[in-house]
């Protein structure tokens, strides 16, 4: 069932109820009410449409007399406002401008604002009166007044059952809703008119890796960066005039490919003729993996058609350099047939072998060529490929290879990434000559999207025509001796992978060319099952590497950053691991936290993590009851303390 069925199915829900029921949101503005409401104050459509503003609402009942005369109605408006901004618990009855009377009573919401219940109970009054003024001569009435009176207060305590319930209910889809948005791996947002964020669930810091992950309040161009909002702000002003929009940017930091989808959000029409609200919603995913399979597909069309415009051509050419070959055999093998012909005939020869040679590498090229990507270890890929190529280097040139640590096993197609890197290596060599020099090899990860593998060398570098033809098949700045196909093999293989070449000229002087290839670790074994674990930690940077951590093992994540809101959030049933820093932001620990849940929900298991030393005052005394993991961690240690929390439960638990 979606949002919108739920909504219209609360709606109707409350409509049942007898009494006026409102739910204004923690900005004072109406996220819901009934058909009551609006009959029972007289209300226009405008002030019953969510987003209504609490403000205008009063000046509405002000200006009509509905709290009876007021010598300044903008202070009348101005009090009940900050009384509502205020908000506490009451219960109250008043006598309208009408003559009816009508009792109030109001409750916060724990995710802000407040639901308000109105009943008219002027019979009641009446009764009361009527008690009192004829109370002698009505004592054979009395009775049955005081009965109907009974049954009157029986059924508002069962509406107010009702109301209870509701509110529960309301409560329950707010939390799964807000669960749903922090579940989705997309960057989900409502931007104002003024370009500043009014709603974001925490994973715009996942998406692009550098941003804060909380940016409610903040403008765009700050909560993005100047570079990608510069990006996106075209799209952003596309959609603030009506046009849904969609663009599709690179993260300079991460290199990850996102898209972003905007949808226009038009506001509600205020008595007035303003707009209440509008702006647009934001719909960011990290559209990576698709791009890298799309550059794949493309690439991988492009070959097909080049082998069949090359197929048949290839196969005549091949059988008229067979004849040659064969005709200038026979040439050489006439007797004295002279220094001058037999070297013309040593040269045609062999352009012929070439001609051959070129043509295995066209079939190369533009043939079928399936990936065959496995588990790598990239450091013995590496010292294989210096020991392959160190022999084809002439004296005075020199191999260096450098491999980040940490990179671990990783999906790599071993024979075409080494291929790429020995045709790399072989065209420094020649771009240094007999001179010799350094070719520098480095590898390394970009975030968690890419492998980087560069090769830079200490030659002349690139001409600038190379540098704007460098991946064109059959260019080439080395004459007669260069097939012109070595980079474009390269740029082949690393776009069938669904990564990129790029060639530059470096700074200080030399060529460089930098390949890169889609990062994909080996997934990790898993042997316990995958848990949603509710993850509480107010630094945003350890977050993000626990979160991280967790997914890579396997499980799912919920982040909160204070005990109020993983509070909130622990009574979910899916939940089945809180884990929480010993220290958080705002006035409770973790250690506040875990006594809250545990008291509400026994057999959820709960950890705790800190950096503080084992013999801190504050560990001695309260840490104990639970199961502690001291920072830092590895990913091992982690999943072992997750195993020790689900066998750490109560006995009673179990």
Partial sequence: MNADSIGKLTRAGLNLIQQALSIFDSDLNLAVCNQRYQEMFDLPDALVTPGASFAQTIRFLVERGEYGTQADQDEAVRIRVETARDFKPHYMERQRANGRWISVEGAPLTEGGWVSVYTDITEIKLQEQLLRARSEELSDQVLTHAERLAKANRELAATNA?????KRELIEIEARTRLVTEMMPAHIAHIDRDLIYTYSNRRLSTLMPGLSSNVLGQHASLALGPATFSRILPSMQKALAGEPAICEITHEDSGRRIRVALTPDPGVPAPDGTTIGGGMYVLSTDITEETQARAALMQTRKRELAAQLTSGLAHDFANLL??????????????????????????????????????QRIGEISGTRALRPEPTDLEQLLDDLQMMATP????????????????????????????????????????????????????????????ELAVEDDGPGFSEEALKRAMDPFFTTKGNQGSGLGLAMVFDQASLSGGTVRATNRPEGGARVTVRLPLRPVPPKTPDESKLVLLVEDNPEIRTYVRETLVALGHQVIEAETADDAESLAHIPEIKVVLSDFQLLGARTGLDLLHSVRAQRPQLSVGLMTSLPAADPLLQTGGPQFPILAKPFSPSELQAFIHTCTLALPRAAH
Avoid: C, F, M, Y
């Fill in 322 to 359: 067979t004849i040659i070959l064969g005709l200038q055999g026979k040439l050489a093998s006439i007797p004295d047939l002279g220094d001058k012909p037999a070297e013309l005939v040593r040269a045609t020869l062999g352009a012929a072998r070439r001609g051959g040679t070129l043509l």
């Fill in 162 to 166: 009702a109301l209870l319930e509701t």
């Fill in 392 to 451: 084809s280097l002439p004296k005075g040139t020199r191999l260096s290879i450098t491999l980040e640590p940490g990179l671990g096993r990783i999906l790599l197609d071993q024979g075409a990434v080494q291929d790429s890197l020995l045709n790399l290596i072989l065209n420094a060599r020649d771009s240094l000559g007999t001179g010799g020099g350094t070719i520098a090899l480095t590898a390394r990860r970009v975030r968690d999207t890419w492998l």
